[in-house]
T-cell receptor, first 112, second 117 residues
Framework: GEDVEQSLFLSVREGDSSVINCTYT??????LYWYKQEPGAGLQLLTYIFSNMDMKQDQRLTVLLNKKDKHLSLRIADTQTGDSAIYFC????????????FGAGTTVTVRA | GAVVSQHPSRVICKSGTSVKIECRSL??????MFWYRQFPKQSLMLMATSNEGSKATYEQGVEKDKFLINHASLTLSTLTVTSAHPEDSSFYIC?????????????FGQGTRLTVV
């Protein structure tokens, strides 16, 4: 995870929007992913974006990619209690033989 | 999305015994699978890359004789923890790469919680 960095914690009120930020260093990144992990469970792929895209929207999820700054964000609209989880940013880079590099994960807590 | 099944989800074993964990891609073929280890409240650490029909590539610091990986078919990779010790207790997660045309997606199993007593 040292090539992919995320803030560790985010607290958000139910109904508000959550924004989780991620930065990466490898300019040869091809795909960038967001995964959700609930307690004791595996990883669930939420969405991904190809490196030649700026934005991708999927229902309540919006991914923004600033390739120049190597910055990725995930916005969750109308955050619900079921959105409480750890969110991992990950990249696949050609220079790394397509291995996934993960950030440390952002723990999102939704409060009523 | 695609489905990756990992089995067992939980296992408790005695020190000194071996444990096998299976990772299956149910609805796609995966020439490449990865094995990760996750310590409590930490991110995933890549252990090895499993390629169908060839030897696994291990990350630095991962003992290949302790963590045996076999990728005998396009839908199955296994991780065997040999002579398990309590410090091997961890959450192990596999992922499989699905390549469709120009797209590459990584899907994960549900993970295996290994406890060595």
């Amino acid at each position: 995870g040292e090539d992919v960095e995320q803030s560790l914690f985010l607290s958000v009120r139910e109904g508000d929007s959550s924004v989780i930020n991620c930065t990466y260093t490898d300019s040869s990144s091809t795909y960038l992913y967001w995964y959700k992990q609930e307690p004791g469970a595996g990883l669930q792929l939420l969405t991904y974006i190809f490196s030649n895209m700026d934005m991708k929207q999927d229902q309540r999820l919006t991914v923004l990619l600033n390739k120049k700054d190597k910055h990725l964000s995930l916005r969750i609209a109308d955050t619900q209690t079921g959105d409480s989880a750890i969110y991992f940013c990950a990249e696949i880079a050609l220079s790394n033989d397509y291995k996934l590099s993960f950030g440390a994960g952002t723990t999102v807590t939704v409060r009523a | 999305g695609a489905v990756v099944s990992q089995h067992p989800s939980r296992v408790i074993c005695k020190s000194g015994t071996s444990v096998k964990i299976e990772c299956r891609s149910l609805d796609f073929q995966a020439t490449t699978m990865f094995w990760y280890r996750q310590f409590p409240k930490q991110s995933l650490m890549l252990m090895a890359t499993s390629n169908e029909g060839s030897k696994a590539t291990y990350e630095q610091g991962v003992e290949k004789d302790k963590f045996l990986i076999n990728h005998a078919s396009l839908t199955l990779s296994t991780l065997t923890v040999t002579s398990a010790h309590p410090e091997d207790s961890s959450f192990y997660i596999c992922s499989a790469l699905k390549r469709t045309g120009g797209n590459t997606e990584a899907f994960f199993g549900q993970g295996t919680r290994l406890t060595v007593v």
